[in-house]
Nanobody, 117 residues
């Protein structure tokens, strides 16, 4: 249902932009966002954006990451600047969306972000 792209390897201080596009079977979307999970750690919320476009961020990424969405494309983005080694994780997008059977939460397959020191 969700296709992610944009992960990779970058040096500390660099930037990456993640994208996540929802498939056509999801015909209405409310909130969208990103989680991440580093090895040995629990999955943590990174950023969310409401249907009205209001963003929220976890404290560790405030001022460095920007979440945005393109409703016409059913796509959510995460612009990551000033990356740090501790940002290294698998990043997962999610959407709270509606299909013919009702509303649910859908997840992307994850994309690896590795920040070298």
């Amino acid at each position: 249902q969700l296709v992610e792209s944009g992960g990779g390897l970058v040096q500390a201080g660099g930037s990456l932009r993640l994208s996540c596009a929802a498939s056509g079977s999801i015909f209405s979307i409310n909130a969208m966002g990103w989680y991440r999970q580093a090895p040995g750690n629990k999955r943590e919320l990174v950023a969310t954006i409401t249907g009205g476009g209001s963003p929220n961020y976890t404290d560790s990424v405030k001022g460095r990451f920007t979440i945005s969405r393109d409703n016409a494309k059913n796509t959510v983005y995460l612009q990551m600047n000033s990356l740090k080694p501790e940002d290294t994780a698998v990043y997962y997008c999610y959407v709270n969306g509606a299909v013919v059977t009702g509303w649910g939460v859908y997840w992307g397959h994850g994309t690896q972000v590795t920040v070298s020191s």
